[in-house]
């Protein structure tokens, strides 16, 4: 069994910066490809970055220029470092990741838990 578990969520005030953090722990796996998504109140999960398979990234409109997603395999660890947090970046925080089980080489879309970031002065 692979599983996410994210942290690094908090309360911040508007232009600070959190790194967010999702390590995937289980036996016999590879990351093949890995995002953040986030859901506001009121709204529909959306999209902020995502690291593909082949190492590209991309982002959301929103975030470009002030959030970047990077990987550390040897960790099977991915992250989220925001800068410039605005009030309208306050939303639960979702990691998400393709994975394959080495032993059986079934593919698993996974979820975090969530991490929640309020960004308010």
């Known amino acids: 069994q692979v599983q996410l578990v994210e942290s690094g969520g908090g309360l911040v005030q508007p232009g600070g910066s959190l790194r967010l953090s999702c390590t995937a722990s289980?036996?016999?796996?590879?990351?093949?490809?890995a995002g953040w998504y986030r859901q506001a109140p009121g709204k529909e999960r959306e999209l902020v970055a995502n690291s593909t398979s082949g190492s590209s990234t991309n982002y959301a409109d929103s975030v470009k220029g002030r959030f970047t997603i990077s990987r550390d395999n040897a960790k099977n660890a991915v992250y989220l470092q925001m800068n410039s947090l605005k009030p309208e970046d306050t939303a639960v925080y979702y990691c998400?990741?393709?994975?394959?089980?080495?032993?059986?080489?079934?593919?698993?879309?996974?979820w975090g838990q969530g991490t929640l970031v309020t960004v308010s002065s």
């Open positions: 998400n990741a393709m994975v394959v089980v080495l032993t059986t080489m079934r593919y698993l879309k996974l």
């Open positions: 289980g036996t016999a796996f590879s990351i093949t490809a």
